[in-house]
């Protein structure tokens, strides 16, 4: 998942997954940082050489939205994983696996079992009614203006918050995995991966990115594959030892292997891990770049075939992670886990230096750096996705339909290419800019609260569109700005920005709502005011569109 | 009506040696979804006329001078007896007696049959030329049709009518309930299923911390167990949505679509 999970409910001893950087100490320092560099620039090498090769075939709106729609079912649902599976995944659920033990794992239950969603209710229906973008399926039935904004602005926002989190991870995590200290090289770092992202999405559109993807997504399942396998022949494949071994490793005992080390402390900190369950598993499957995968494939049967990809491939890895997680524990041991980085994010770098042969020496030093190649090229990879995603977004939704004047021509396809071009060096920059200030920031709440924005704003107005026959325009910018303003306010006054001692503004204290996840309460608000905005409007839903969104949707009649 | 004919039964003919991907707008085998399901369908007119008329200049129909002409001709359409020919017979019993009912509402009507029109021009490449397409992607008609932006606001009253009559035609009826009925339950059952995992891990902890075989608990019986029931509701909808509606929901796509010309 492209996401950098974090639980601290009051009390919990996991301030964050991704914390300010510990200028203190860099964990482990060495020769294997200079082999990372090295093989950091053949990553950069490489996504460059795809988006150049890839980049040049097409022009049109289709190729650069949806890279001409000619990816095969398993291409697309590797490029899905892809995207789903970020370096905080691949480091950060590790490292929580390796520090909490069974708590741990329910975050990897809970992005798995998100995908259910995705394959159920979204994707085929998806695929069948829309062209680019979500607002797309909302503008077969309802006003496009109105929709358009709505939605565009959504998904604008949540990518946006998305993408800062992950630049902000990425300044924390590349600066963590060289060993270097100090600002300068986390500024550096993000002005990097910014400018990269942008030269993939304006030089090679759709197709660039999704081809980044799938290699991303083969060296992430390579690398994890490799080492599971390594850390079960080290117990010879005995799962009783590794989890002996494990609790063993922990300071925890025997409670390591049991639920509660992470969270079940107090009611609150219950209550905020069921919003954020919330948010991750009705979150997915409202996500701009998520829901922009499917519209790479020919048909919505594609579509669905590549989910059940991503969900083999996604389910394999999450149980891989426990596996990592465990042998981590196990094998490095918890305590020097924390000390390299209180939120466990170098977890899996050390398991393989631990496996290689050790501190010092070279098979040690080269699965160090392998391992941390491979967190960055996620990184690359998933800022790539995201940065597409917004532009479409802001190009095809808020540029040519929203924003557009009425006294004016239409847009022709031509400009708005131009125009998701000019975006994403816009938000690419914009990006930059903010996650330069953001980098004091807790950057796990950003994630959290871009998985509550998505699924309070978007999927219940994409559910009722589809489902619900008497649904209408105005219930439909209520669903989306129902949601999606809530979220925004109830985060404004949580724990994470004031009264708490990890908050953004440590001194003063404002918030007077108890969790740091919005979504227990935004997600219903979303579904609640697009039910009011309906029923309370005088305009009617028209049946013929619906019946045509009907038709649409479970055929694919008329799909482009 | 040149493209009318055309797009008469989009693309169903498999040309002499190739194998035809059912599933796939891009047609023919080859395309990369292709697999076991790539049986034709019982019963369907092999139309020879197609590969002539791919080459006519389809897109020159498009040009908004044109659009007043084709608008006025839409009535044909839908009038049997002008495509006996290229018709199959299941969307001609479907269409009986609709033609004449589009008059009731008053909106721009053409703009939307246009734009499957020229989709299908897509869904009709021919192997020659989707290798083609494939060597120079730019060159493919792109399937921006019309307005670059997206659908018009209005809807073309004659597809409204179409669309109104498949939604009530029992085939779509069998197809919509055959997703309901696996999706609205399946839905239910795993989400109860998930929250029950998470309530039951705070609630006995007891019970959680029972070990079965050495260190395997309860607790972890139960998230294993979430992982297999993920992978089986998945294989479920997979195999619910091959064997129930895959086939139905494309035989009628193309029905549809012919009523859409």
């Known amino acids: 998942m492209n996401q950098l999970p974090q639980f601290s409910g009051s009390g919990t001893p996991l301030a964050t997954v991704l914390p300010p950087f510990p200028h203190t100490q860099p964990p482990v320092d060495g020769p294997h940082h200079n082999l990372a560099v090295v093989l950091f620039a053949l990553v950069v090498v490489m996504t460059l050489a795809i988006t150049l090769w890839v980049g040049r075939r097409g022009q049109a709106a289709e190729d650069f939205y949806t890279g001409g729609r000619d990816f095969g079912s398993l291409q697309n649902g590797v490029a899905l994983s892809g995207d789903y599976l970020s370096a905080a995944s691949f480091l950060g659920v590790t490292g929580l696996i390796a520090l909490y033990g069974y708590d741990g794992m329910l975050y990897s239950i809970g992005f798995l079992v998100a995908w259910l969603i995705v394959l159920m209710w979204v994707a085929e229906l998806v695929r069948n009614t829309g062209r680019y973008t979500l607002a797309d399926v909302l503008a077969t039935r309802m006003r496009q203006r109105p929709v358009r904004a709505a939605s565009g602005t959504a998904s604008v926002v949540v990518t946006l918050l998305y993408l800062i989190a992950q630049m902000v991870g990425a300044g924390s995590l590349v600066a963590l995995l060289l060993g270097t200290t100090g600002a300068a090289a986390k500024t550096w770092t993000i002005v990097a991966v910014g400018g990269l992202m942008i030269i993939y999405v304006t030089v090679g559109g759709m197709r660039a990115t999704t081809w980044i993807q799938i290699v991303k997504a083969m060296m992430l399942m390579t690398g994890a594959l490799a080492l599971t396998v390594w850390v079960l022949v080290r117990f010879h494949f005995d799962l009783a030892d590794l989890m002996r071994s494990a609790a063993h490793g922990s300071p925890a005992g025997d409670r390591y292997l049991e639920p509660g080390l992470l969270y079940g402390e107090s009611t609150t900190s219950r209550l905020d891990f069921v919003s954020l369950g919330m948010a991750l598993v009705l979150g997915t499957a409202g996500l701009p770049h998520i829901l922009s995968r499917f519209y790479t494939v020919p048909t919505a049967r594609a579509a669905r075939r590549s989910v059940i990809w991503a969900i083999g491939l996604v389910g394999c890895f999450y149980l891989m992670t426990v596996v990592l997680g465990l042998g981590a524990t196990a094998l490095v041991g918890a305590k020097a886990v924390k000390t390299a980085n209180p939120a466990g994010n170098t977890a899996v770098p050390l398991l393989a230096l631990n496996l290689g042969g050790g501190e010092g020496s070279t098979g040690g030093t080269l699965f160090f750096a392998l391992t941390s190649a491979i967190a960055f090229a996620t990184i690359l990879a998933v800022v790539a996705g995201l940065t597409l995603a917004s532009s479409v977004s802001f190009a095809h939704d808020l540029y040519a339909q929203a924003f557009r004047s009425r006294n004016k021509p239409p847009v022709t396809e031509r400009q708005e290419v131009v125009m998701a071009r000019v975006s994403a060096v816009l938000i690419g920059g914009l990006a930059i800019v903010l996650s330069l200030y953001a980098q004091r920031l807790n950057v796990a709440f950003l994630v959290s609260l871009a998985f509550a924005v998505a699924a309070s704003a978007n999927l219940p107005t994409l559910v009722y569109n589809l489902f619900w026959r008497r649904f209408t325009t105005r219930g439909a910018c209520w669903s989306t700005y129902g949601g999606l303003v809530p979220a925004l306010v109830l985060v404004f006054f949580s724990p994470v920005v004031s009264g708490a001692r990890t908050a953004m503004f440590p001194g003063v204290d404002f918030h007077w709502f108890p969790l740091e996840n919005p979504g227990l309460v935004s997600i219903p608000l979303g579904f609640l005011f697009g039910w009011i905005g309906t029923v309370s409007g005088e305009e009617k839903a028209d049946p013929d569109k619906f019946a045509e969104l009907e038709v649409r949707s479970l055929t694919g009649a008329g799909a482009v | ?261």
């Open chain 2, 1 to 261: 009506l040149a493209q009318h004919e055309v797009t008469g039964s989009a693309g169903r003919t498999p040309r002499q040696g190739q194998e035809y991907d059912w599933w796939s707008v891009s047609g023919m085998a080859g395309s990369p979804d292709t697999d076991q399901q790539s049986s034709g369908f019982p019963g369907e007119p092999v139309h020879e006329l197609m590969h002539d008329l791919i080459h006519e200049p389809i897109h020159e129909f498009m040009h908004e001078p044109d659009r007043e002409f084709l608008q006025e001709s839409v009535p044909e359409f839908l009038d049997e007896s002008d495509h006996g020919p290229v018709h199959t017979a299941r969307s001609d019993s479907q269409l009986a007696g609709q033609a004449g009912g589009h008059g009731g509402r008053s909106q721009r009507t053409g703009s939307t049959a246009f734009a499957d029109a020229d989709r299908s021009a897509r869904s009709l490449r021919l192997p020659e030329d989707d290798d083609a397409a494939s060597v120079i992607p730019g060159q493919r008609p792109s399937g921006t049709p019309g307005s670059p932006a997206g659908p018009l606001e209005e809807q073309d009253p004659v597809a409204a009518e179409v669309y109104r009559e498949v939604q009530q035609s029992p085939a779509f009826q069998e197809i919509r309930r055959n997703h309901r009925r696996f999706v609205f339950p399946a839905t239910a059952v795993f989400v109860c299923w998930y929250l029950f995992y998470v309530t039951v891990l705070a609630a006995a902890p007891g019970l959680m911390r029972t070990q079965l075989a050495g260190p395997f608990s309860v607790a972890w019986l139960l998230g294993l167990l979430q992982f297999a029931s993920t992978f089986l509701i998945t294989w479920l909808y997979a195999r619910n949505a091959r064997t129930k509606r895959d086939r139905a929901a494309l035989g009628l796509r193309w029905d549809t679509q012919d009523q859409l010309r």
